[in-house]
DNA sequence: GAGTGGTCTAGACCACACG
DNA sequence: GTGTGGTCTAGACCACTCC
């Protein structure tokens, strides 16, 4: 019976074999008897233990792939997965940068934006700016469709060409191009932030919200980032409001979320005695 | 040749028949001609059309769904996933309890805490909480290890058993057993939130850091859920400093990507004439 | 060269949806 | 009952790693 799919393994509870085998090597990476860097067993081993066909033993692997749980490639075992550790971007940054804007100019350099948030320096990486005027559409709701725009793309990508930190902005032209600087990308990096730009046109940033979520790369976006299956891309999406409480740059960021974490301080009044 | 595997279609970019499959379909969903709620090839149309064995097919649709892209299942066509509307988790929240300490019982428990982070009525839910004490461990690294705490776990499920929150929090007892109502299940859900709870044993929290990053769930944390494949889970982990700058309380807490998005408003201060 | 995972084909049975 | 996806087996070639 070539076929029979009735296997002595199969319980009620554990219906399909391949999720059974999953589990099994699931659990024992979650108890610690498969510690970080260590090799699962090879399929032919896993066949013979579970009495399993070698494509369910494969699709058992590829679960615990795409939990995020194991790495595996080509002529080695598969390896249990450690936590890397995660970059923090916190929005303690706001407030530096608002801090820093009625520095020098040499003294506004000293840290760039670029190892502010990425933790990476320079001289393993590559920024590349891209200025864009365009007009307001669905992918920026928070603007008028029509509105004209500066759309800003940064990209800054490591030695071997892989994506370390992605970002695009949104701001109103009309609200910037009182000063020509703001609209040619060969100032970048601007030594300050977006706020120092704001400031250089009398446009004081009261309030910057980030919203957060998540979601599955695709298959292109997984490349560019070097990322490997199983983890999510975090996806932010900022919005600045100025002091009259209009909304003048709207930006939307992505970072890999095995390598990065988001932090916010919200710090809380005192209660009036 | 039954297992020739130099088919017509391959092209060096496109280097295996399912990714080149998977591509095709995920580029017609991201253009728009499939829209959300559009059904896709069946199988054997796609056998048809790209020359494939039956198994290439299938594999393509399961990287589909392993993005997020489709939902598959039995008896019927994929279909195109549509963005579902996420509930926004904000920080607000701290300010607002903050605010409503000083009122009385029955205003305090107009809106719960419930309604506030999951937008559910009560009405179809069912709140579950769980007091436990336990020592610091590797699990708490923000308390030195063995010292006693109060953990309390709170889980929201739907009508049918789904989980809708969850989240664990973890409170030195030294901080809140003069008031031994706080040590005590059966008082909650608490008529206000634990910065009101804090404020009956004189702690004020004067900050709170919250921490974001997501990952993807394996199999038993997916099915509590009811996440469909492809779906990250974010994870937060907050922590409440009081005015003497003692962290008072830690929490992890957990929610599905495709319906939570987290918002963190940051007030910059106005800067001095 | 042996071991091992990655991809692919061919063929089968089962479970579910829909008319 | 027919269509359709979900699971499984058996067998094959390829690509990579390591000795």
Redesign the interface.
């Known amino acids: 019976m070539a076929t029979d799919q009735s296997a002595p393994e199969r319980t009620p509870a554990e219906q399909h074999g391949y999720?059974q085998i999953?589990?099994d090597l699931?659990l024992q990476i979650?108890n610690g008897e498969l510690a970080a860097g260590d090799e699962l067993p090879s399929l032919s081993e896993l066949v013979q233990k579970y009495g399993a066909g070698q494509q369910t033993a494969r699709r058992a692997i590829s679960?615990l792939q795409?939990?995020?749980?194991i790495t595996s490639s080509q002529g080695k075992r598969p390896v249990v997965r450690g936590s890397r550790t995660?970059v923090?971007r916190s929005?303690r940054q706001?407030?530096l940068e608002?801090e820093r804007?009625r520095l020098p100019e040499e003294e506004r350099r000293v840290q760039g934006p670029l190892e502010d948030t990425t933790g990476i320096s320079l001289h393993d990486a590559t920024l590349n700016v891209t200025y864009r005027e365009v007009v307001a559409d669905e992918s920026t709701p928070e603007f008028e469709t029509g509105t004209p725009l500066l759309r800003r793309e940064y990209e800054t990508t490591g030695k071997r060409g892989n994506r370390i930190a992605w970002s695009v902005s949104w701001i109103p032209l009309a609200f910037i191009s009182s000063n020509p600087d703001l609209l040619d990308s060969s100032n970048e990096p601007w030594p300050g932030s977006t706020q120092h730009q704001f400031s250089t046109v009398g446009i004081?940033?009261?309030?910057?919200?980030?919203?957060?979520?998540?979601?599955?790369?695709?298959?292109?976006e997984a490349a560019r980032w070097g990322m490997s299956?199983?983890?999510?891309l975090?996806v932010g999406r900022d919005l600045m409001r100025d002091?009259q409480d209009r909304v003048v740059c709207v930006s939307l960021s992505q970072y890999p979320?095995?390598s990065?974490?988001?932090?916010?301080?919200?710090?809380?009044?005192?209660?009036d005695q």
Chains 1, 2 share one sequence.
């Open positions: 999720i999953a589990d699931r979650q679960v795409a939990q995020g749980l995660r923090t929005n706001h407030h608002k804007i004081e940033i009261a309030e910057v919200v980030d919203t957060i979520t998540a979601r599955a790369p695709d298959t292109v299956p199983g983890e999510p975090l002091t979320a095995d990065t974490q988001m932090e916010f301080v919200t710090p809380l009044p005192k209660a």
